[in-house]
């Protein structure tokens, strides 16, 4: 039973252009929504949080986007540089569940 | 200011086999999590330490345990290895048990392949 559920795989963009991932949840009791940013041989690494009590919050290029009655969030990231090719993974937390990770999007920002 | 760390960066086992993972903290965290990656998924928690108590698991059978010294410092074992233990091990340490600070910061990671 996936509960955070990242349906592209894999993503490509022109440098320069948005980037936009996107991810789905099932449970309604998520209160806290992350994206960590994974490369290579490196462990995944913090990017932006958004609580459920907000529906948008922007930390310089990333912007993530939720919409809790539809249960999806979205992550921007505007404008797209090569150095932002990475594994993304969303993410979801509640006082009940600890995190649950999405199974991640590759993103390829061509130059 | 020392990022999380991780012992062995690799390791291979056989089946029926014990292996220990270890893992330290970031300098000031108190919680410590264990998650599991398969290839192509995302990390799976296995169980999370607070304060040297398990403070939440998931859902893995017993035979992956763990401990949390008074340093914070962590370990994960794994016994009976079986062959769909073979992952990346991912600790991550946050500094507070407390909703608000839900950032944790990842260890690059165990690779133990299970033959």
């Known amino acids: 039973d996936q509960q955070v559920k990242q349906n592209s795989p894999s993503l490509s963009v022109q440098e320069g252009r948005i980037s936009i991932l996107n991810c789905d949840y099932t449970n309604s009791m998520f209160d806290y929504f992350l994206w960590y940013k994974k490369y290579p041989a490196e462990g995944p690494t913090f990017l932006i949080s958004i609580s459920s009590i907000k529906d948008k919050n922007e930390d310089g290029r990333f912007t993530v986007f939720l919409n809790k009655s539809a249960k999806h969030l979205s992550l921007h990231i505007v404008p797209s540089q090569p150095g932002d090719s990475a594994v993304y993974f969303c993410?979801?937390?509640?006082?009940?569940?600890?995190?649950?990770f999405g199974a991640g999007t590759r993103l390829f920002v061509k130059a | 200011e020392t990022g999380v760390t991780q012992s062995p960066t690799h390791l291979i086992k056989t089946r029926g086999q014990q292996v220990t993972l270890r893992c330290s903290s970031q300098?000031?965290?108190?919680?410590v999590s264990w998650y599991q990656q398969a290839l192509g998924q995302g990390p799976q928690f296995i169980f999370q330490?607070?304060?040297?108590?398990?403070?939440g698991r998931g859902n893995f059978p017993p035979r992956f345990s763990g401990l949390q010294f008074p340093n914070y410092s962590s370990e994960l074992n794994v016994n009976a290895l079986e062959l769909d233990d073979s992952a990346l091990y991912l600790c991550?340490?946050?500094?507070?048990?407390?909703?608000?600070?839900?950032?944790?910061?990842f260890g690059p990671g165990t690779r133990l392949l299970v033959l």
């Open positions: 991550a340490s946050s500094p507070e048990w407390d909703r608000e600070q839900e950032t944790q910061y």
């Open positions: 330490y607070y304060r040297e108590e398990e403070n």
């Open positions: 300098s000031g965290h108190n919680t």
């Open positions: 993410a979801a937390s509640s006082s009940s569940f600890k995190t649950i």
